[in-house]
Structures are given as C-alpha cells and as structure tokens.
C-alpha cells in the first residue's frame, strides 16, 4: 500500500494564492518518495472566492483534494484543528497557502523523519526580512518574555510549518482545549523534534490578515494558556503594596510619637487610595482574563462549524 502525507491549509480570503499554491506543491511530488498527497484546505469563512476556488480544485481532483468550510471566522487555530481532524495520512504537513512557507523545504522534512528518526520536522525564520520593524520588535519580545515565563520552551521564530508522524497528530487531536495556542501545543506535546531554517520571504498574493490588534491579542491568549506567571505577578503586586502600606504605618505613628502633630498627610492619603485601586484592579482584571478561559472552556462549545465539507 502506498503511504500518504496530508497536507493541511489554512486559506482565509486567498482566492489568489491557492491556485499558486496548488502549483507550487504538486511540483514536488516527484520529490516525495512513493508518498501521495493529500490536501486538506480549510475556508476559514472567507469572504471572497476562496470555496468556489476549493470546490473547483475538489471537482478536478476528487480523490487528492478535500475541503473544509467554516459558517463563518473561527480563526487560524481553529482551522488547523479541523485539518488535524480531517486528515488521513501517514504523515501530515501544515502550511500556509501563501508560500510564505517554502515548498521545497518538505522533501527535506520528510527524509528528517523517514532517514533521521524525527518525529517533528518544524521550520524557523532566521531573520523577518520584509516585515514591519515595529511588528519585528514585538514578536521579538513576546518569544523572549514567553521562553521566560511559560512550562513550554519557545523557540525564535519557529512557524506552524511542520511534518509530523501520525503519533504526534493523535496526541494534538488529544488536546482538545477551546483556547488553542499552537505554538504552545506544538512543543508541549514533546517528541523528538528538529527545526530546519530559512529566510523570510513575502506572500506571492493576497494581504496578511493579521492586524497588530489580532496578533496582540492571540499573544495573550499564549501567555494566559501556558503560564501561570501573571497569577503570581498578581499576588506579588498585593503582598508587595501590602509590606509598603504597613511600612508607612509605623512611619506615621513613629512621626506622632516624636513630632506629635497636625491632621496633614491629605496628599499622600489621595496617592494611596488611588494607586492601591490601580493595582486592585490590575490583578483583578489578569484574575478576570483566567476565569474568563476557563468560562469558554467549560461552555464545551465546539470549535467550529462546518458549511460544506468534500
Ligand atoms: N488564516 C486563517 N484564518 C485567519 C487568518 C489567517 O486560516 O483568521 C490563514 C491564512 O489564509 C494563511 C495563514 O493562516 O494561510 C497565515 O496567515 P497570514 O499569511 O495572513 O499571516 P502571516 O503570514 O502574515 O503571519
Ligand atoms: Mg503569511
């Protein structure tokens, strides 16, 4: 029997890209060993021709191309875990439809796995080249603060891009938690893992849909999945105001003592009621956001809904 690697793609409004896309991935068929292809593409409720494009490809080849359309956005980790679902093959690839993530480099995955015993083969970026400086900094920072105060290591630039046996999809499809944050996922489930590296390199079409809103967004949505830290910068913020307060305490009874004195103090009174408010409220708020994930997670809601599946 010959074996089978699928390859799941995430296409929210990529009308463009997917055929270029197609292209590009067929081309490396000759490449891949005695292994056939999959494609599982995921609409993730795109609003332009992305399902009449996905319908077109399934209608010309419906043994190899499969499709999933989303009522609506569920978002990129949702998409995924419909493809991780859906997909049948002995191995199974994820990958952005807009080459961002080199074809070529899949033959490479595959002998990491068939010739060196790995069991992921990831890809990093080495540099960001193209992309915004400002947006640079950022994900620079969030991999830097997350390596720190999260269970999972974190690697620079590491991308969703990976082979993976069908072990480790099993043990993904495993997690089945509403609150998906990948790259956390990707490295808590271990196994023996490697990381090919390459340059950036701009999408062929299409825009990134990705605002600096949305990603600040899923980058909390990371530090509150996989870290307790903010738990705990929340009890050091209260037991350090609270040493401070008792501090000033005995600063003013000491003051009464040796200087006797006046009802003063109206400033610092005002100071304290409100910068004490502020921490309150700080802790409440990352105390709020946890029981807020847990709330979703509990609901059980599923997380996704299919329009069309083929
Ligand atoms: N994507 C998706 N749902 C979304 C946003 C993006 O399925 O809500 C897909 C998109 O079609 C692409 C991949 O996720 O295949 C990466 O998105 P994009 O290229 O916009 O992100 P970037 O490369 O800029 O990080
Ligand atoms: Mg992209």
């Known amino acids: 029997m010959t074996k089978k690697i699928s390859i799941i793609v995430p296409c929210f409004n990529e009308q463009e890209t997917i055929p270029l896309f197609y292209q ?30 996905l319908q077109n490809l399934n209608k010309d080849n419906p043994q190899n191309v499969h499709f999933v359309s989303f009522s609506r956005n569920f978002g990129k980790e949702a998409a995924l875990y419909a493809g991780l679902q859906t997909a049948t093959g002995d191995l199974v690839a994820v990958m952005d439809v807009d080459l961002q993530d080199p074809p070529e480099q899949l033959p490479l995955m595959l002998s990491g796995i068939l010739d060196e015993g790995y069991e992921i083969v990831g890809t990093r970026r080495v540099n960001r080249k193209g992309e915004p400086p400002i947006r640079s900094f950022f994900s620079i920072l969030f991999y830097k603060l997350m390596s720190k105060i999260s269970d999972v290591p974190m690697i620079q630039g590491v991308r969703d891009y990976r082979l993976m046996t069908r072990k480790v999809v099993d043990s993904i499809l495993e997690m089945s938690e509403y609150n998906r944050f990948s790259k956390g996922i ?16 701009d999408r062929v ?19 509150v999945n996989f870290s307790e830290v903010p738990l705990l910068i929340a009890s050091f913020a209260g037991f350090f105001t609270f040493a401070l307060s008792i501090l ?26 409100v910068g004490l408010g502020g921490v309150q409220l700080f802790c409440l708020g990352i105390v709020g956001k946890y029981i807020g994930n847990i709330y979703l997670e509990v609901k059980n809601r599923p997380l996704y809904i299919v329009k069309e599946k083929k």
């Open 24 to 53: 590009a991935v067929n081309a490396l068929i000759p490449q891949l060993r005695d292994y056939t292809l999959e494609y599982i593409f995921i609409d993730d409720g795109s609003s332009d021709n992305t399902l009449l494009e």
């Open 186 to 201: 990707f490295n808590w489930i271990g196994f023996k893992t490697k990381y090919l590296e390459y340059e950036n390199r």
């Open 205 to 223: 079409a299409g825009n990134t849909s990705w605002s600096f809103w949305k990603l600040f967004r899923y980058s909390i949505e990371g530090i």
């Open 248 to 273: 000033f305490m005995l600063f003013i009874i000491a003051r009464k003592i040796f200087y006797g004195g006046s009802v003063n103090g109206w400033a610092s009174l005002v100071t304290i009621i």
